[in-house]
């Protein structure tokens, strides 16, 4: 099962937001393609979300998903797919690199959605270096540039919302908006 959280612009209204929600990002810098964006695991990267793109006035939701393994495209776990992707992007820079075209991960899985190459219903991704303020990122080796970092921004994007459990997309933030909280 994975626990998930989306972060949303707080608009006053919990009741509006949970009975909407998710809210589908259509943005053309979507990094992973059109779909509803979630942070995976790791409640401390939607509030960094909520304070550097919401300007600190946010909401944040969780919810819950279970993916069969050949369900989720993912690009953490699975090695498969991590080199399926690294051949098509080879692929698709050698095609382009005449062209001026900047090749970008977005591009790459809408690529393979319109070749219908693409029956996931979720992509899982890290963004390397997403967060250099909130992770710290630890060298394997003194004044090495390979590192871990202490909370790595794994993201999934799921293409269709009736993947998320049923009634699991709640409030969890701020705290008075949340069902479970008592004055």
């Known amino acids: 099962m994975y626990t998930l959280y989306q972060t949303v612009l707080d608009i006053g209204d919990p009741d509006k937001i949970e009975t909407n929600g998710p809210i589908k990002c259509t943005s053309n810098v979507a990094w992973l393609g059109h779909g509803y964006y979630f942070w995976d695991c790791f409640i401390d990267l939607a509030h960094h979300w909520g304070k550097t793109h919401c300007g600190g006035s946010y909401v944040i939701c969780r919810a819950y998903c279970d993916f069969l ?3 989720i495209y993912d690009l953490i776990n699975n090695p498969e797919h991590i080199q399926e992707f690294h051949d098509v992007a080879e692929d698709l820079i050698e095609k382009y690199q005449d062209k001026d ?3 970008t991960v977005s591009f790459i899985f809408e690529f393979l959605k319109s070749i219908d190459a693409f029956s996931y ?4 991704a890290c963004g390397i270096g997403s967060f250099p303020n909130l992770s710290i990122r630890i060298s394997f080796v003194p004044f090495h540039q390979a590192f871990i970092e202490s909370i790595p921004a794994w993201q999934v994007c799921i293409l269709n919302k009736a993947s998320i459990k049923k009634d699991s997309y709640r409030i969890v933030y701020p705290d008075e908006y949340s069902q479970d909280y008592v004055v």
């Open 101 to 103: 075209k900047q090749i």
């Open 69 to 71: 393994r050949d369900e």
């Open 121 to 124: 219903k979720a992509i899982r």
